[in-house]
């Protein structure tokens, strides 16, 4: 079992940032593959960005590449979501996830999920 924290969210500016991390216990994080998703209200989740075990691989939406940076620190069990230039259709509830996996992975096909963390960006 892994166990997936999420803290960073809040209200924010258009134009703003933020930074959402993700504590990761319960597995070796570094085997783990890496994703943030986020559901709007009335929306279906989407995907928004991915990391490999090691961090040289990323993927991003469109909708957030160029603005937005996954990372992550394997001795600290930690994935970030650094999030710049922010909008109002940003707004949702961000969610880290993570299986087990040596590829980048856009579906919803991860094993592990956190409680999710809301975003507010206001116009």
């Known amino acids: 079992q892994v166990q997936l924290v999420e803290s960073g969210g809040g209200l924010v500016q258009a134009g703003g940032s933020l930074r959402l991390s993700c504590a990761a216990s319960?597995?070796?994080?570094?085997?783990?593959?890496m994703g943030w998703f986020r559901q709007a209200p009335g929306k279906e989740r989407e995907f928004v960005a991915a990391i490999t075990r090691s961090g040289r691989n990323r993927d991003y939406a469109d909708s957030v590449k160029g603005r937005f940076t996954i990372s992550r620190d394997n001795a600290k069990n930690t994935v970030y979501l650094q999030m710049n230039s922010l909008k109002p259709e940003d707004t949702a509830v961000y969610y880290c996830?993570?299986?087990?996996?040596?590829?980048?992975?856009?579906?919803?096909?991860?094993?592990?999920w956190g409680q999710g963390t809301q975003v507010t960006v206001s116009s």
């Open positions: 319960g597995r070796t994080f570094s085997s783990l593959l």
């Open positions: 996830a993570a299986r087990d996996s040596i590829f980048l992975i856009r579906t919803e096909e991860y094993e592990y």
